[in-house]
T-cell receptor
């Protein structure tokens, strides 16, 4: 039971570099999400995808782009990384639009930008 | 917009004792879901317990139970017979039931320490 798988687990970037965080789920869920978690803060939603082919902005979308490649995969891209994007990133999925399903989370990606 | 407040940044409890973590939220909606998530040092987010707002009965899951006070917009988590493995960050979360919203709003978390 893999659930939600995120890669990589750790990454260090220089300011201005780009990178893509990968997320895949094997639960046939419709909805997928990207969150960031900063010290002393709860999770904040960056982007979400209610179904394959759709994406919507969350609370903190600036500086990020996403792609819902297929039902399984939802990637998060930083085009030009900034130190303010240093954070732990979580991908999650749920069986939406039925709102009665809780979200399942990946193990997180710790991203440091120098 | 909905907000979730956890007023206790840190709590500690002795092994085998009971501890209660507080959570309040602000919403104008009548239908919604509330969750408690646990995040151990491994960082994985684990669902502990959930509560549907339309249910008056408090949810329970083994040693974990909630005290849901809808009028007061309060959703506290009680951990009974605390174990060393309960040490973690605990996050309260709110999920709307209206308008097709699929977003969770999280509190800032409470760090729970369990002393042997």
């Amino acid at each position: 039971n893999a659930g939600v798988t995120q890669t990589p687990k750790f990454q260090v970037l220089k300011t201005g570099q780009s990178m893509t965080l990968q997320c895949a789920q094997d639960m046939n869920h419709n909805s997928m999400y990207w969150y960031r978690q900063d010290p002393g803060m709860g999770l904040r939603l960056i982007y979400y995808s209610a179904s394959e082919g759709t994406t919507d902005k969350g609370e903190v979308p600036n500086g990020y782009n996403v792609s819902r490649l297929n039902k399984r995969e939802f990637s998060l891209r930083l085009e030009s990384a900034a130190p303010s994007q240093t954070s732990v990133y979580f991908c999650a999925s749920s069986d939406g639009p039925g709102l009665r399903q809780p979200q399942h989370f990946g193990d997180g990606t710790r991203l440091s930008i120098l | 917009a909905q907000t979730v407040t956890q007023s206790q940044p840190e709590m500690s409890v002795q092994e085998a004792e009971t501890v209660t973590l507080s959570c309040t939220y602000d919403t104008s909606e009548s239908d919604y879901y509330l969750f408690w998530y646990k995040q151990p040092p491994s960082r994985q987010m684990i669902l502990v317990i959930r509560q549907e707002a339309y249910k008056q009965q408090n949810a329970t899951e083994n040693r974990f139970s909630v005290n849901f006070q809808k009028a007061a917009k309060s959703f506290s988590l009680k951990i009974s017979d605390s174990q060393l493995g309960d040490a973690a960050m605990y996050f309260c979360a709110y999920r709307s039931e209206q308008g097709g919203s699929e977003k969770l709003v999280f509190g800032k978390g409470t760090k729970l320490t369990v002393n042997p």
